[in-house]
């Protein structure tokens, strides 16, 4: 074990900066490990909340910190080197630079890679890996050698799961990811925008109104999930949607607002009121109806039927559901909810005030990228819509696999699942990430919401957005699938 943490795990994956690779990191690293304790950081964005563990007898190694994020996803790194603080040079450096590795762990590559959650024995099953998982039942007891053998296989099945993996990522040609950078099925979609040169919303207008930011958030409930019978057996039917997110996105153009240089609003109160006021299912089966719900909407609300945020029965956690609503002080909701509330109620809600938007401009660093390198799957970012070219492609490959046999059938078929991912992955998630760290302290803080005024506040949870945050983006289209659910409500 010493040899192996001080020549290999040291010697190597630190000190040579290789990447450190294995299934279930965490837990390999943990059962090195000589002591453990919290983990510390000086950064927000940091690993506080996590573990540190001490792996090397010799004081001037670093500590490996790991803070879980999923049930399949934790960041590991090296904490900073004792000797880069205690040597001449590095107090005199204000700044030193940390040496922090790189830790490929397999179970969360292939969630991000296979949408699905694998052991190592279903993984190695299901990339069809020739030296697959043994089993075993001598974990704890006297060394042999066939318990030697067991490990030495496992750290085979291992190797060949990471180069089936690093090889269908590789099909994807992301020339500017690594694959220790894919934690899920959004970092996919985000590697994708990288590679069309797309530049997120908030480096491209930065001087956005955060009292306006805060009012779209407002409006946005993410999904819908309900049991409207309860305690009663009864026959259903099973429904689904075909590529829900990716298809209200193709219909309200909203490839246009990620391609942007950003973008613009206007009023129009007035116009809202008359399409609530006339709005029928027929004009909701029109393609081209759905290019006019770029927008969010304050209402008066008086018995409509709205996604409401509250604390239901005797829940100390406030959760959503949707109910008929009445408020003293006016909400704000997505057009597509105030029409899901007439189509569901017979009439119309009562508008305050409307923002309508639009994209302005073309982002100048677009190129066109082959999707999963195929070059018959080519987008450009400036003339395609991103959303409609997957899937379309999507079904075009169901198509070639419901028609193949054997090998180019298990082909196909893996092909249309990964244009499913990328799909869902880039036309959602991506847009409302907020990460929430715990501070030590709590810091004066404003916050911005439906009254569209900064309020101060004082918090030791600090939010910060991801990387393609667009919450407009985010809003209008969960409000557009809530939308789909009350159309097929109303018509059943």
Not at 61 to 76: D, E, G, V, Y
Not at 237 to 260: E, K
Not at 261 to 287: C, F, H, I, P, Y
Not at 395 to 412: I, L, N
Request: a positive charge; hydrophobic letters at 40%; one cysteine or more.
């Amino acid at each position: 074990v010493k040899e192996f943490i001080e020549d290999v795990f040291f010697g190597i994956g630190y000190d040579l900066r290789a990447n450190i690779i294995g299934f279930n990191l965490p837990f390999d690293i943990s059962r090195l490990s000589r002591s453990h304790d919290s983990a510390r950081s000086r950064s927000l964005s940091g690993m506080r909340g996590g573990f540190t563990f001490k792996l090397s007898e010799k004081w001037w190694r670093p500590r490996i910190q790991i803070k879980h994020h999923t049930s399949s996803l934790a960041f590991i790194q090296f904490a900073a080197s004792p000797s880069a603080f205690t040597s001449k040079s590095g107090r005199k450096r204000k700044n030193v630079r940390i040496r922090r590795g790189h830790f490929l762990d397999l179970r969360t590559v292939a969630a991000a890679l296979t949408s699905e959650l694998h052991t190592l024995a279903s993984l190695s099953s299901s990339l069809e890996a020739a030296q697959k998982k043994s089993d075993t039942t001598e974990h704890g007891k006297m060394l042999s050698a066939q318990y030697i053998a067991y490990a030495i296989q496992d750290v085979e099945a291992t190797w060949e799961c990471f180069v089936a993996l690093r090889q269908r990522f590789d099909n994807h040609q992301l020339r500017r990811t690594r694959l220790n950078s894919i934690f899920s099925e959004a970092s996919l979609g985000k590697a994708y925008l990288r590679e069309l040169g797309i530049s997120p919303w908030r480096t491209m207008q930065p001087d956005f109104p955060p009292e306006l930011i805060g009012v779209i958030m407002s409006t946005y409930y993410g999904g819908r999930a309900e049991v409207r019978i309860r305690r009663l057996i009864t026959q259903v039917q099973y429904c689904d949607f075909t590529s829900m997110y990716p298809t209200v996105c193709t219909l309200m153009r909203l490839w246009a607002f990620v391609v942007a240089k950003g973008m613009t609003w206007r009023d129009s109160d007035k116009e809202t009121q008359n399409l609530l006021n006339r709005v029928t299912l027929s004009d909701l089966q029109k393609a081209e109806f759905w290019l006019g719900l770029r927008t969010i909407v304050q209402v008066q609300p008086d018995a409509d039927i709205f996604p409401v945020r509250a604390r239901y029965a005797d829940q100390a956690q406030f959760t959503i559901g949707l109910n008929y609503l009445s408020s003293d002080f006016p909400m704000w909701f997505t057009l597509a909810d105030c029409i899901a509330a007439n189509l569901l109620t017979g009439k119309a809600p009562k508008v305050l005030k409307a923002y309508t938007f639009s994209p302005e401009g073309l982002q100048s660093s677009l190129w066109p990228v082959n999707i999963m390198g195929n070059p018959e799957y080519r987008v450009d970012p400036a003339k395609d819509d991103f959303y409609r070219s997957l899937i379309d492609l999507r079904m075009a490959v169901q198509e070639k696999e419901r028609h193949a046999r054997g090998d180019a059938a298990a082909k196909f078929g893996m092909e249309q699942f990964t244009l499913k991912i990328l799909a869902n992955a880039t036309s959602y998630g991506i847009f409302v990430e907020l990460n929430v760290e715990e501070t030590a302290v709590k810091h004066a803080l404003q916050r911005f919401g439906a009254t569209g005024k900064a309020e101060p506040i004082s918090s030791d949870k600090m939010e910060e957005p991801g990387n393609y945050y667009h919450p407009l983006l985010g809003t209008l289209i969960t409000g557009a699938a809530r939308l789909m659910l009350a159309i097929a409500e109303r018509l059943a």
